[in-house]
C-alpha cells in the first residue's frame, strides 16, 4: 500500500525552531524572576534576623541597668561572632549567603573590656542585595529603623538614620 504524502501532517524545521526560541525566552525570563524573588527573599531573612538581635540586645539591657554590650570597632564586629556570645544566645542569626555580614558596634565608654555592658547606644546592619545601589538596613538604638544608603560604617555606634 502507498502512501500519499501530500495528506502526512508534520512540523516543518522551521515551526520547531520558532517554538524551541520561544520556549527559550520565556525559560530564561521566569529564571530572572525567580532570581528576583529568592533576593527578595533573603532580604526579608535578614531584617527579621536583625530585629532578633534588637530584641535579644533590649533584654540584656534590662539586666544590665540599661546598657549595652561594649564593641567598638570603626568597621563593626560580626555580630554572630562576638554580639552572640555577648548576649548569651544559643543560635546565632547569619547571613545566609555572606558569613559575617551582619555587624554591631557600640558607642563604650570606660577602659572596661569588649563585652562588658557599659554602652549607651548602638548601631546594627547589614547589606541589603535586591536594591539597585548599595544600601544596608540598619538598626539603631533609639528605636530607629531602615535603610541607609551612606553612614555605614557608623561611627562610635551613631545612628546614621
Known amino acids: ?20 526560541s520561544v520556549l527559550g525566552i520565556l525559560i530564561a525570563l521566569s529564571t530572572f524572576g525567580a532570581q528576583k524573588a529568592f533576593e527578595n527573599s533573603r532580604d526579608t531573612r535578614r531584617k527579621s534576623d536583625l530585629k532578633e538581635y534588637q530584641s535579644a540586645l533590649e533584654n540584656y539591657a534590662n539586666r544590665n541597668n540599661g546598657l549595652f554590650p561594649k564593641r567598638i570597632n570603626a568597621a563593626g564586629v560580626s555580630a554572630a561572632a562576638t554580639l552572640c556570645t555577648d548576649l548569651g544566645m544559643t543560635s546565632c542569626p547569619d547571613d545566609p549567603t555572606t558569613a559575617g555580614a551582619y555587624k554591631y558596634q557600640s558607642d563604650g565608654t570606660g577602659a572596661a573590656g ?48
Open 114 to 161: 569588649a563585652g562588658t555592658a557599659i554602652s549607651t547606644i548602638y548601631v546594627l546592619w547589614v547589606p541589603l542585595e535586591n536594591v539597585s545601589i548599595v544600601t544596608w538596613w540598619v538598626v539603631c538604638s533609639n528605636g530607629k529603623v531602615g535603610t541607609a544608603i551612606s553612614g555605614i560604617p557608623p561611627s562610635s555606634g551613631n545612628c546614621p538614620l
Open 1 to 20: 500500500m502507498l502512501i500519499n504524502r501530500k495528506h502526512i501532517k508534520a512540523f516543518t524545521l522551521i515551526e520547531l525552531l520558532v517554538v524551541i
